[in-house]
């Protein structure tokens, strides 16, 4: 018998084919533990989950990277800084000249056992990606969790006395937006001059750049717009504002993601559906010799449109400037 078509099958046409370029970018999901259990995210951690990536795993993929010459390893999670390798990974890295990002939820700088988190990080030059879904309270609790809001303008606070997003400090301090709702961000450059003032004038932090994000149409989010009967009006809006030249920029077209196990995917959000790298089967990074992904397919499916509607989206933020 023939399985039931899903329902975003008539309202999606098929993604544009799309293939991979040079590898620019390793992503490492560290793991789904977390202190926090936001209602948007994607990878739907949290502070019961134990999926952690192992030392070998680590190793393997610090080696991958190295072999690579990849310019970025990416940290991710979860909470990446949760898991014991965050810290050997960084310094590994950092020892071999990659720059690393450190996909920082803020909050964690006050866990116990973090609290010198924030000089590591400092000492290692990270650049720290951090999400801050707003600059006031109201939206930042409702979606984070309360008093999320107070926690990362203390953590922000924290890190600009170490010298983050100072003028010549070399410590990049990025802040994250993603919409509360089913709506796309809005412009990228304007809404970080809002926050940019508004934080400084409300709470004396600075802060380097603000990249926007789409809410994915997956995990948790896709659950809470099933559960308000939102699903396929949310993908039609994504569909409706296609941008075909968003395509050339899309951020699979030079990152490998990699999960705690060591399987790899065209991209962080592929990975969370379970989509093998290429859309074939399953790959373990060990599997994978360096560069080898230069010209693989990548896979796609429906909820990629929200890397291409309006402004593009991506975890280095918009994809366009208009």
């Known amino acids: 018998m023939n399985a039931s078509p899903r329902p975003e099958s008539q309202a999606v046409p098929p993604f544009p084919a799309l293939t991979r370029g040079r590898l620019e970018t390793l992503q490492l999901n560290l793991g789904y533990r977390c202190n926090q259990a936001c209602t948007h995210c994607h990878v739907e951690a949290g502070p019961l989950r134990t999926e952690a990536m192992s030392a070998e795993v680590a190793e393997l993929a610090l080696q991958f990277a190295i072999a690579s010459s990849v310019k970025t390893l990416d940290l991710t999670g979860g909470a990446p800084e949760l898991n014991p390798v965050f810290r050997q990974l960084v310094r590994g890295a950092r020892q071999a000249g990659i720059t690393v990002i450190d996909r920082c939820n803020l909050t964690i700088?006050?866990?116990?056992?973090?609290?010198?988190?924030?000089?590591?990080?400092?000492?290692?030059?990270c650049r720290v990606v951090a999400s801050l879904p707003c600059y006031g309270p109201d939206n930042v609790d409702a979606q984070r969790g309360k008093g999320v809001?107070?926690?990362?303008?203390?953590?922000?606070?924290?890190l600009n006395s170490l010298g983050y997003a100072a003028e010549g400090s070399g410590l990049v301090l990025d802040l994250v937006y993603n919409p509360v709702g089913a709506h796309l961000p809005p412009a990228q450059g304007a809404l970080e001059a809002t926050y940019r003032e508004r934080l400084l004038a409300d709470y004396g932090i600075r802060f380097n750049?603000?990249?926007?994000?789409?809410?994915?149409?997956i995990?948790?989010?896709?659950?809470?717009?099933?559960?308000?009967?939102?699903?396929?009006?949310?993908?039609?809006?994504l569909v409706d504002n296609h941008r075909a030249e968003n395509l050339s920029a899309v951020m699979c077209r030079s990152l490998m993601s990699v999960d705690w196990?060591?399987?790899?995917?065209d991209c962080d959000f592929n990975q969370m559906l379970g989509l093998p790298l290429g859309g074939g089967e399953r790959v373990h990074l060990s599997a994978l010799l360096a560069n080898?992904?230069?010209?693989?397919?990548?896979?796609?499916?429906?909820?990629?449109?929200?890397?291409t509607a309006g402004n593009g989206s991506s975890c280095g933020g918009a994809l366009s400037a208009a």
């Open 292 to 307: 080898a992904d230069v010209g693989r397919p990548i896979a796609v499916d429906s909820h990629c449109y929200g890397c």
């Open 219 to 237: 995990a948790r989010f896709r659950h809470a717009l099933e559960r308000d009967g939102r699903y396929i009006d949310y993908l039609k809006l």
């Open 209 to 217: 750049r603000l990249l926007t994000l789409a809410n994915m149409p």
């Open 149 to 158: 809001f107070d926690a990362s303008i203390r953590g922000i606070k924290s």
């Open 109 to 125: 700088l006050e866990e116990p056992g973090q609290t010198d988190l924030a000089q590591f990080l400092a000492a290692e030059s």
């Open 261 to 265: 196990q060591g399987y790899v995917y």
